[in-house]
């Protein structure tokens, strides 16, 4: 996802039928020192990982957040 300049992004990814959500995270080809920062990562609920970052660079900055899915007990 493209996250714009001095802006706050989140993304959702969803696991899919019949797995569950196990843990997540989240990355850019940005270093955080350089205004880009995590401002949490964690679970929705069963099936759902969230990531958000707020971009305080002056530049579109493109994120990834994904969830680890295991089959549903």
């Known amino acids: 996802m493209a996250c714009t300049g001095d802006s706050i992004c989140t993304i959702t990814v969803s696991c899919p039928a019949g797995k569950v959500v196990t843990g997540g995270g989240l990355d850019s080809a940005v ?25 305080a660079t002056g530049i579109t900055i493109n994120i990834t957040v994904w969830g680890v899915c295991v089959d549903a007990p």
């Open 31 to 55: 270093l955080a020192s350089s205004g880009l920062y995590v401002m949490e990562t964690q679970p929705i609920n069963d099936t759902t990982w969230s990531g958000t970052y707020r971009n």
